[in-house]
């Protein structure tokens, strides 16, 4: 299996540019997690969804950050308007309901806002 | 999901086993001790996780305490590509629920040549 496979790794944009982050969960599997990592702040759940449907949002920091996972092998988090706060990178992770749960990471998205 | 303590920063000796520890003395009945890793610039890693009993796989051994209030990972052969920040997590791995990991600092291990 390929993992999890997140695009764009890198990207740099302007402030108050709107910015889409995408991700391919494995094959397979039903939730699907989005996470934010930053040397202040370490590794920060936003979202995540169980068969497609938010489950829990709670970590989304503002109205700017959105999420949608229209079927499932697809998501995208979108910022609009992105600020030079939201550098960070972007972790997509997915699981499948068995015993373990083990939740599997993708290498991340790397985000810079000027 | 129960708190992790864990020590900032080890090292160990390119070859020699790894022992990292975590303490969760909160830990309830229904939940795992999970371990990740995170090797710069890259993704959190599984590497193992257990309920009660010890566990082994190709990467590592995990070592609970018969209360569960603590554990240890076991790397058992280091190698510098093992520098990672280790993390330890504790959490419900209840079937048919989806639960999030929370991580704390981990334990940044550092293996020296």
């Known amino acids: 299996d390929a993992g999890v496979i997140q695009s764009p790794r890198h990207e740099v944009t302007e402030m108050g540019q709107e910015v889409t982050l995408r991700c391919k969960p494995i094959?397979?599997?039903?939730?699907l997690f989005w996470y934010r990592q930053t040397m202040m702040r370490g590794l920060e759940l936003l979202i995540y969804?169980?068969?497609?449907?938010?489950?829990?949002d709670s970590g989304m920091p503002e109205d700017r950050f959105s999420a949608k996972m229209p079927n499932a092998s697809f998501s995208t988090l979108k910022i609009q308007p992105s600020e030079p706060r939201d550098s960070a990178v972007y972790f997509c992770?997915?699981?499948?309901?068995?015993?373990?749960?083990?939740?599997?990471f993708g290498e991340g998205s790397w985000l810079t806002v000027v | 999901d129960a708190k992790t303590t864990q020590p900032p920063s080890m090292d160990c000796a390119e070859g020699r086993a790894a022992n990292l520890p975590c303490n969760h003395s909160?830990?309830?009945?229904?939940?795992?001790v999970y371990w990740y890793r995170q090797i710069h610039s890259q993704g959190p890693q599984y590497i193992i996780h257990?309920?009660?009993n010890n566990e082994t796989n190709e990467m590592a051994s995990l070592i609970i305490t018969e209360d569960r209030k603590s554990s240890t990972l076991i790397l058992p052969h280091a190698t510098l590509r093992d520098t990672a920040v280790y993390y330890c997590?504790?959490?419900?791995?209840?079937?048919?629920?989806?639960?999030?990991?929370?991580f704390g600092s981990g334990t940044q291990l550092t293996v020296l040549p």
């Open positions: 969804f169980n068969n497609n449907v938010p489950i829990d």
């Open positions: 094959s397979g599997h039903n939730s």
């Open positions: 257990g309920l009660k």
């Open positions: 997590i504790v959490r419900v791995a209840r079937s048919g629920s989806a639960r999030q990991l929370t």
């Open positions: 992770a997915s699981s499948i309901r068995d015993s373990g749960n083990t939740i599997y």
């Open positions: 909160t830990i309830s009945g229904n939940e795992y």
